[in-house]
């Protein structure tokens, strides 16, 4: 009983870290529903309201894929390229929102593209689950590099 326990802080553990990450990344970066809503939008922008929601799964998602590789043991370097990245999405919001930085934050959110693909490449090597769960991460960041894009050109 006491190894399911552990195990459950553990996976509880993980998941608390992007979820810190998320929230450290808002508390960095102003009001963004309000950057958000004065940026010219083309037609595929979605609504501010999907952000919280979204992250929040990717979040979560994240961190599950994240204890899943710990639980293989051996993995620096699998949780260095996630510990890598997972600072790089930190660091996108505070450059994009609160810095107002389109050309930076789009530069950045490139190299975080590479991170992530260097992490899931990295976890699929010791589990395939844990590559897959950050497979909805990947997609969101690229359409976010898209919106980024977006917002630098005609903005």
């Not at 919280?52 to 899943?68: E, F, K, Q, R």
């Not at 996108?92 to 959110?109: K, M, R, S």
């Not at 090597?125 to 844990?130: G, N, V, Y």
């Not at 976010?144 to 894009?149: H, K, P, S």
Request: aromatic share 18%; net charge positive.
């Amino acid at each position: 009983m006491k190894k399911k326990s552990n195990q459950t802080i553990s996976l509880l553990f993980f998941i608390t870290i992007p979820l810190l990450a998320g929230y450290l990344s808002s508390l960095l970066s102003g009001d963004m529903f309000q950057a958000y809503s004065q940026f010219y939008h083309p037609d595929f922008f979605p609504p501010a309201w999907l952000f919280a929601p979204a992250w929040t799964i990717l979040y979560i998602l994240m961190g599950v894929s994240a204890y899943l590789i710990w639980k293989k043991g051996n993995t620096k370097k699998q949780l260095l390229l996630f510990s890598i990245q997972l600072i790089l999405n930190l660091l996108w919001t505070p450059i994009f929102f609160g810095l107002h930085q389109y050309l930076l934050a789009f530069i950045e959110i490139l190299i975080l593209l590479v991170m992530i693909i260097l992490t899931i490449i990295s976890f699929d090597k010791k589990s395939k689950t844990a590559a897959y769960l950050m497979i909805p991460y990947l997609f969101w960041v690229s359409f976010a590099t898209i919106l980024n894009y977006a917002i630098f050109i005609t903005n």
